[in-house]
């Protein structure tokens, strides 16, 4: 039998013979776009029990119900790979929260700067998209996408200790494999605003000692293009395309 190929990211327990619920909006896609019947099959996984092959026992427009009937996936472990990125204008902060999800991250922050201009997110949507991205790529976990914060709370005694790959555009910043050779247990890669970071936030960066900053090529990258350069560069050096 084909395997189907509509995954459905859910919040419930998954497991052998388990009647999970599905939301409204996923009934309507399922039923109206995809015009699936009772009876058909979807892939399911919630980020803790791995991928279940399931059956749609109801479906109507106010939700849906699929039995798992067997797993085709056990759970894997997430790569600790955070995402720290300052947010920028248009949809283009959907498109990085897409594209690092497709990419492997386990967690996206906000990072709000000096020369950051867009301050307000749509936290739900951003969340919506990551979950569409993991669905689609075929990954067994949702990144989680938090509130945003200051810059200089990355610096807070209580905050989180992790590496930190600065992507600075001084010309002495070392390659992302060099910064990685003593293979960190946890990563996060920081990129900034349209504008950059200003000389005052380079200096604090470069002081701290949970910090290195990188060089991410000979080119001058948008915004959002440093970002999946840096992932892509980390992941091939250090995460889990290795």
Not at 33 to 46: D, E, H
Request: charged fraction near 25%; charge should be neutral.
């Amino acid at each position: 039998m084909m395997k189907p190929s509509q995954r459905l990211y859910v919040a419930s327990d998954l497991g052998q013979d388990r009647s999970v619920p599905l939301d409204a909006g996923q009934a309507h896609y399922l039923a109206n776009v995809l015009r699936l019947p009772v009876g058909a099959a979807v892939l399911l996984f919630n980020g803790r029990d791995g991928e279940w092959l399931a059956h749609l026992t109801q479906i109507s427009k106010k939700g849906a119900e699929a039995d798992c009937a067997e797993q085709t996936r056990t759970q894997t472990s997430v790569c600790y790979l955070d995402l720290l990125f300052a947010p920028v204008k248009g949809d283009r902060t959907d498109t990085i929260v897409e594209k690092a999800t497709e990419l492997g991250v386990a967690r996206i922050r906000p990072v709000l700067t000096e020369r950051t201009i867009v301050r307000k997110l749509n936290l739900e949507r951003l969340r919506s998209r990551a979950a569409e991205a993991s669905e689609q790529c075929g990954t067994l976990f949702v990144p989680e996408v938090f509130d945003a914060v200051s810059l200089m709370s990355l610096f807070d005694p209580k905050a989180e200790q992790r590496l930190i790959l600065f992507a600075d555009e001084a010309g002495d910043a070392i390659s992302v494999a060099e910064a990685l050779a003593d293979k960190p247990a946890c990563v996060a890669l920081l990129t900034g605003p349209e504008g950059g970071f200003t000389p005052a936030e380079r200096k604090k960066l470069r002081a701290s000692p949970l910090v290195r900053p990188v060089n991410l090529g000979p080119r001058i990258l948008r915004a959002d293009t440093a970002i999946f350069a840096g992932l892509t560069l980390i992941q091939s050096a250090w995460g889990d395309w290795i």
